[in-house]
């Protein structure tokens, strides 16, 4: 039961644009909304994060937007940069002590 | 370097074979974490511990099991193993019991091969 869903396997991005990428969830238990980056031979490290008291939260370019209704959430990172290019996992919690992961994207940028 | 260590790195075994896997959670931490992924798939949540107690419990089978021992070190334990199991095994820590608020420091993933 994939309750976290990112059903963009792949983004590609031409450096200096912007890059958006979308997760829809299930559950609406869930409270605390997560991003986790990872590159090619290393663990996911956190990104960002957002409460659901909140419909928006902004960190340098990296910026994560909550739409609570829809059960949806999009990271927009601004402006895309080489470094970038990894695997972005959407993760969400409720009052539980479980994350539940979306399958990731891949982004690319190109330069 | 997250500080959280795993070993080994790659593991290659036989079906019907088990096997170890092993981490240390960054120093002070005192929850653990283990997560799958498998090919195309996002992190399954398998199990949680905290200091040395079960705290959560995933999806994770009956053939595997964990434990978190008092010097916070965790194993994962996988018997009687299956193609299926092939995948990505990950350790990831926190300092406390609860993940809403925390990130989780992840560890580079112990990559198993079940041939």
């Known amino acids: 039961d994939q309750q976290v869903k990112q059903n963009s396997p792949s983004l590609s991005v031409q450096e200096g644009r912007i890059s958006i990428l979308n997760c829809d969830y299930t559950?609406?238990?869930?409270?605390?909304f997560l991003w986790y980056k990872k590159y090619p031979a290393e663990g996911p490290t956190f990104l960002i994060s957002?409460?659901?008291?909140?419909d928006k939260n902004e960190d340098g370019r990296f910026t994560v937007f909550l739409n609570k209704s829809a059960k949806h959430l999009s990271l927009h990172i601004v402006p895309s940069q080489p470094g970038d290019s990894a695997v972005y996992f959407c993760a969400a919690s409720a009052y539980d002590y479980k994350l539940s992961f979306g399958a990731g994207t891949t982004v690319t940028v190109r330069a | 370097d997250s500080g959280v260590t795993q070993t080994p790195k790659h593991l290659i075994t036989a079906t019907g074979q088990r096997v170890t896997l092993r981490c240390s959670p960054r120093?002070?931490?005192?929850?653990v974490y283990w997560y799958q992924q498998s090919l195309d798939q996002g992190l399954q949540f398998l199990i949680h511990y905290y200091n040395g107690e079960e705290r959560a419990k995933g999806n994770i089978l009956e053939r595997f099991s964990a434990q978190q021992f008092p010097d916070l070190h965790s194993e994962l334990n996988l018997s009687s193993l299956e193609l299926g199991d092939s995948a990505l095994y990950f350790c990831?820590?926190?300092?406390?019991?609860?993940?809403?608020?925390?990130?989780?420091?992840f560890g580079s993933g112990t990559q198993l091969s079940v041939l």
């Open positions: 120093s002070g931490d005192l929850s």
């Open positions: 559950n609406s238990m869930f409270d605390y």
């Open positions: 957002i409460s659901s008291i909140k």
């Open positions: 990831a820590s926190t300092p406390m019991g609860a993940p809403s608020n925390e990130k989780l420091f």
